[in-house]
């Protein structure tokens, strides 16, 4: 029972570089989340999928792009990296049936831009 | 608009101490409210959830009641242990897909 699988778990990027965080979930899931954890932060929602072929920007999007070709797969692309895109990065899905339900994460990439 | 504040931590207590940390929370409407658990080097994972007013959730010896009245949820454990130490997020449901977290609440138990 695989859950919610992201790829890498670390990595280190020069400024400039390009790099693209992978997410898979296996549950069959509509809605698909990213977000970035700043240390002593919370949750602070990049980009989210309510299903293949849809995307929209959360509160915090610069920077990053997003595409869902798929109802697996969410990977979230940055593209001229930033040190301000040094943080913790997680995927999440759920389920589309009401407002209650639980969101399953991934075990998170922690990115450092140097 | 909604919005979760959450004590600022670390909370340090010693082993089998009564456990609280607040959650209080603004919003429209009537959300649920979550709590999640943060264990270090892990994702996030659900730890309890209210869905309506005076609702009790409760899992792992840990309870949390939606107050409607003082929009509390906060979080209480009567005996807490080492592996309780983790990261504590309260977070509440905007629809239709969206989270609102607060910015959690590290627990370090000593034995």
């Known amino acids: 029972n695989a859950g919610v699988t992201q790829t890498p778990k670390f990595r280190i990027l020069k400024i400039g570089q390009s790099m693209t965080l992978q997410c898979t979930q296996d549950?069959?899931?509509?809605?698909m989340y990213w977000y970035r954890q700043d240390p002593g932060m919370g949750l602070k929602l990049i980009y989210y999928?309510?299903?293949?072929?849809?995307?929209d920007k959360g509160e915090v999007p610069n920077g990053y792009n997003v595409s869902r070709s798929t109802t697996e797969d969410f990977p979230l692309r940055l593209e001229l990296a930033a040190p301000s895109q040094t943080s913790v990065y997680f995927c999440?899905?759920?389920?589309?049936?009401?407002?209650?339900?639980?969101?399953?994460f991934g075990q998170g990439t922690r990115l450092t831009v140097v | 608009g909604n919005s979760v504040t959450q004590m600022e931590g670390p909370v340090t207590l010693s082993e089998e101490a009564f456990l609280t940390i607040n959650c209080t929370y603004t919003a429209t409407g009537y959300p649920s409210l979550f709590w999640y658990v943060q264990y270090p080097g892990e994702g996030l994972q659900l730890l309890l959830k209210a869905t309506k007013a005076d609702d009790k959730g409760s899992n792992k010896g840990f309870e949390a009641t939606y107050r409607k009245e003082t929009t509390s949820f906060h979080l209480e454990k009567g005996s807490v242990q080492v592996s309780d130490s983790a990261v504590y997020f309260c977070?509440?449901?905007?629809?239709?897909?969206?989270?609102?977290w607060g910015a959690g609440t590290k627990l370090i138990i000593k034995p």
């Open positions: 549950m069959n899931h509509n809605y």
């Open positions: 999440a899905s759920s389920p589309p049936t009401g407002t209650n339900t639980e969101a399953f």
């Open positions: 977070a509440l449901t905007r629809p239709p897909y969206q989270l609102i």
């Open positions: 999928s309510v299903g293949a072929g849809i995307t």
